[in-house]
């Protein structure tokens, strides 16, 4: 599909949300993703990217939500960086099954590592456009208390919560550390059969599977979006 450069806003610290407006109707389901092609001279890294789409399907544009650090970025991200309004981009058409199930009962338990936020905002920001309140526990993890995204959206739609901080700065009061099965499991266990989202940098998320079905959770109710090239959150 094709799609033109509207505007990039900074959300995070060093982490900047890019909006683009299709040139027909562009049909997907709260957090699924495309594929982004950008001409330039790229590193050995290329010229595409996946990238989920951080907006709603409610929203008018569409958007995505990316890393965009002034050091040690791909040639992709300083091209990405450098997008004028106007210029036009190819996207994929939208796919994945990383979205919401049918049935509006079940609870839902998100586990969101750095970027990994970027399928939850979508969903989030779909229920609260339509006004549908699901029962949602998010874990969200970062590794700086400063680098975390849509805060307010999620606290305006009264999910419950738990942030977790990889790196605390000194005074820092929440919870520390990273995620773990353990985690994730005492967030689910009173819930009865919820479906356990986890997104981030894909060794996380591997591991987190690995552990999860270890313990014996069903497959089923266990949906994963892999993110590679990024080592760490
Ligand atoms: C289904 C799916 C959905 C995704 N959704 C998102 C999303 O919503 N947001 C998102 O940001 N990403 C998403 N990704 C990941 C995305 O496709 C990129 O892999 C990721 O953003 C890293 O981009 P980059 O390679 O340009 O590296 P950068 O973001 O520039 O850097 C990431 C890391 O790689 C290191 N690095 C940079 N350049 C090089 C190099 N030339 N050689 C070796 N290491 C280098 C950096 O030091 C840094 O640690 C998704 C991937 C998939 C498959």
């Given at each position: 599909m094709h799609v033109v450069f509207d505007h990039a806003e900074p959300v995070a610290r060093d982490i900047t949300t890019f909006y683009f407006r299709p040139q027909r109707p562009v049909h997907y389901m709260a957090g699924q993703f495309t594929e982004v092609y950008l001409p330039h001279a790229?590193?050995?890294?290329?010229?595409r990217r996946w990238f989920t789409l951080s907006s709603s399907p409610t929203e008018e544009l569409l958007a995505i939500t990316t890393r965009t650090a002034a050091?040690?970025?791909?040639t992709y991200k300083k091209g990405l960086a450098q997008l004028q309004p106007g210029v036009e981009l190819h996207l994929a058409e939208p796919m994945g099954d990383f979205v919401l199930p049918k049935d509006p009962s079940i609870p839902l338990v998100f586990v969101a590592a750095g970027l990994g936020v970027t399928p939850v905002r979508s969903m989030v920001k779909y229920l609260s456009d339509t006004g549908e309140q699901r029962h949602i526990r998010l874990l969200y993890a970062t590794s700086?208390?400063?680098?975390?995204?849509f805060m307010s959206l999620f606290t305006a739609y009264h999910l419950e919560l738990t942030r977790l901080v990889?790196?605390?700065?000194?005074?820092?009061a929440g919870l520390a550390g990273s995620v773990t099965t353990e985690r994730v499991l005492g967030l689910a266990?009173?819930?009865?059969?919820p479906y356990i989202y986890v997104s981030g940098p894909e060794p996380l998320v591997e591991a987190t599977y690995k552990g999860l079905i270890a313990h014996?959770?069903?497959?089923?109710?266990l949906i994963m979006d892999y993110f590679p090239g990024y080592p760490q959150f």
């Open positions: 790229a590193d050995s890294r290329g010229e050091t040690d970025s791909s700086h208390s400063t680098d975390a995204p990889r790196h605390p700065e000194a005074g820092y266990e009173d819930l009865e059969e014996g959770l069903p497959n089923e109710r």
